[in-house]
């Protein structure tokens, strides 16, 4: 896979955040939204990520037992979960259970990058160069116009 094509899973029933998730990492990554453990088994199971993002805060299942199911289907593939808790404990299990990253709600854009960001190095894909701080078009080389 090279770094085009990075694929993220990202398994999230709140539309809102999922769309929020899928904005951040544009330009970063090709992202793919399930809302349930149910959707995710067959994805992964078809399909090659490079990554997994989950939220703890699944209204079906909590996010730590799916991570844990999912994880035996896939145990190479890592994954970031996310959660609106500042459950410490949770943390912790989420990290000793094989979490990659374990990021709190709400998410800032810039967090939630910078940890896909490392994963996918850890990966060997390189993540697209972004400049910040002005769009993309108002980049010049050597500072011509």
Known sequence: MDKMTAQVLIIEDNAVLAEEITRSLAGICR???VVSEDEAKPSLQGKSYSLAIIDADLSTHKGLEVFKRLRRLTPRLPFLMISSTSDTALAVAATKAGVADFI???LQADLLQSAVKQVLAEKGIAAPLR????PDS???IGGST
Not at 131 to 134: D, E, I, M
Request: overall charge neutral; aromatic content about 24%.
């Open 31 to 33: 992202v793919e939204v």
């Open 104 to 106: 709190r709600k709400p």
């Open 138 to 140: 108002e980049w010049f």
């Open 131 to 134: 400049f910040s701080g002005a």
